[in-house]
């Protein structure tokens, strides 16, 4: 059964070019004719890791193509989720299984709502990868990816497929805590790399303002998923050296002028937050602060 990766962004990007070297059917979805005149231009995906630099030539279709889909690996942004997954619902079969590598909290619901006769599957990674340039790839920092499905299932037969694909992953029946983790890990570290304008190791110049928002991030977890508030601090920290020379991906689309996932990020933990009656003012200023300078920048503050 082929892969089809709809949104080829950074980390999607390396996910198919590993399962392609490793032998496994994959096939970029790509948005528009433009898209996949540019592609084809390019010669395929290019991956750099160090000093390695290798291209795969990985076939590429569009939306439109009438062709069904079983597995999708969608790995567009998070406010792109819903539409996205709306060009090619009609090439889903009942029972096609799709893959969510959306940053933050709400539009994995958004997309299961949309897909009823689908297995959602939801993935929360900590691999650090960014685009140098349109099918350019920069392998920054290696992580680990969970996956699984709320309400809870069995891993599906391919999961053993990510291995041999050197893709270090694992399928765990509490994702929801996973994807409460990640949102928190993103909220301590890409709003503060966007304002200081540094790479993630930068950040070790900023310790005691990521301390004071893994504090307040842990009283938002103890909330909402309180088996993701254990060892925030000490993970924020292990994610920021694994992946020190990684911009992140919101700074990416800050300087590349494009919308950020501020929406599903720290505006959702701010509005959580509310929710349950707390007071995180080292959040609720972040988030403003960054709201500021998006504006500035004249890009989108939600």
Not at 37 to 56: K, N
Not at 228 to 242: C, K, N, P, R, S
Request: proline share 4%.
């Amino acid at each position: 059964m082929s892969w089809h990766l709809l949104g080829a962004g950074s980390l999607g990007s390396l996910w198919a070019a590993r399962l392609s070297a490793a032998g496994h059917s994959v096939e970029l979805i790509l948005r528009n004719e433009q898209r996949l005149t540019d592609y084809l231009r390019a010669g395929g995906l290019q991956v750099r890791q160090g000093e390695q630099v290798q291209r795969h030539a990985l076939p590429a279709g569009l939306a439109s193509d009438p062709l069904p889909i079983r597995r999708l690996l969608l790995a567009c942004k998070a406010y792109d989720a819903t539409s996205a997954i709306a060009r090619v619902a009609t090439r889903l079969q009942p029972g096609s299984q799709v893959i969510l590598l959306q940053n933050g909290l709400g539009s994995q619901q958004a997309v299961a709502e949309l897909l009823p006769e689908c297995q959602c599957i939801c993935a929360s990674s900590t691999e650090g990868a960014y685009r140098e340039n349109d099918f350019q790839v920069v392998f920054a920092g290696q992580g680990h990816t969970w996956l699984g499905t709320s309400p809870t299932s069995p891993a599906p037969d391919w999961f053993g497929e990510l291995a041999s694909a050197g893709i270090p992953a694992s399928w765990v029946d509490d994702i929801d805590a996973r994807l409460w983790r990640k949102l928190a890990l993103n909220c301590a570290i890409n709003p503060l790399t966007v304002l200081h304008d540094c790479r993630n190791v930068g950040l070790r110049a900023h310790a005691a303002e990521v301390q004071m928002l893994c504090d307040e991030l842990c009283r938002l977890l103890a909330c909402c998923a309180p088996e993701a508030a254990l060892g925030l601090h000490e993970t924020v920290w292990q994610v920021i050296d694994a992946t020190a020379t990684n911009y992140s991906s919101m700074y990416q689309d800050v300087q590349q002028g494009r919308r950020t996932e501020i929406d599903y990020l720290l505006s959702h933990a701010c509005r959580s937050a509310e929710q349950h009656g707390l007071t995180l003012p080292a959040l609720n200023q972040l988030q403003q602060r960054l709201q500021h300078y998006l504006q500035q920048r004249g890009l989108p503050c939600r």
